[in-house]
């Protein structure tokens, strides 16, 4: 199984709404990340968890609430968001650790979210 | 942070062609590299990658070079195909507390028939 997997596809949400994205991997990664990205951009770094505990937080508002429940999955709680926050949100895995050599990162499909 | 950038942000290539996308970057630290594929509404696919201690490497109809005394890398795609249209980025992990991944801008590959 190489595949990330990610839950639900499409989101739409109010700004006064709390949901949460979902990101499932059963390939034995011990890193995992949240990316976003906007129209005809590049994906930015969001979170890194490595070996369940997180790593790196690129400056991302308390609004966007990551947590990893076990090696497999992680979340990301969203709360308050504005319509800006709208964009496609990519999880990704890698074999490493978030230090030393992690080696490719695998992408899920997304989740594209609307803020309205 | 750290700059992994692309020269050309659109490349319009006839299906049968070679195509050429470039990638600059200015951590000189950097020592793994890797070419990812994007198609519309999809996430990134991994291409191929290469290791500071190498200057070339191949796979299937694609080769991506390194030079790391001007810090730019390539991709190559040999008879390009209509499926082989796409954004392509080229990303790179800055080694500050972890490895986090840097994306390039993306060039947006168009294969005319």
């Known amino acids: 199984d190489t595949e990330v997997t990610q839950t639900p596809k499409h989101l739409v949400m109010g700004m006064t709404n709390k949901k949460s994205l979902k990101c499932e991997q059963h390939?034995?990664?011990?890193?995992m990340y949240w990316y976003k990205q906007k129209a005809k951009k590049p994906p930015e770094l969001m979170f890194v968890?490595?070996?369940?505990?997180?790593?790196i937080n690129e400056s991302v508002p308390s609004r966007f609430s990551p947590e990893c429940p076990n090696s497999s999955l992680l979340n990301l709680h969203l709360h308050a968001l504005q319509p800006e926050d709208s964009a496609l949100y990519l999880c990704?895995?890698?074999?490493?650790?978030?230090?030393?050599?992690?080696?490719?990162?695998?992408f899920g499909e997304g989740s594209r979210l609307t803020v309205l | 942070g750290e700059s992994v950038g692309l020269h050309l942000p659109t490349l319009s290539v006839q299906e049968g062609d070679n195509s050429i996308i470039n990638c600059a970057y200015s951590?000189?630290?950097?020592?793994?590299f890797i070419w990812y594929k994007q198609e519309s509404g999809k996430g990134p696919q991994f291409i191929i990658d290469?290791?500071?201690?190498?200057d070339k490497r191949q796979g299937q109809r694609v080769t991506v070079l390194l030079n790391k005394t001007v810090k730019h890398l390539s991709l190559q795609i040999a008879a390009t195909q209509p499926g082989d249209s796409a954004v392509y980025f080229c990303?790179?992990?800055?080694?500050?507390?972890?490895?986090?991944?840097?994306f390039g801008t993306g060039t947006s590959l168009t294969v005319i028939p």
């Open positions: 990704a895995s890698s074999q490493g650790g978030a230090s030393g050599n992690t080696g490719e990162l695998f």
């Open positions: 390939m034995g990664h011990r890193a």
């Open positions: 968890y490595s070996y369940e505990k997180l790593s």
């Open positions: 951590n000189s630290a950097s020592d793994y």
């Open positions: 290469i290791r500071s201690n190498m």
């Open positions: 990303a790179a992990p800055y080694r500050r507390t972890g490895n986090q991944f840097y």
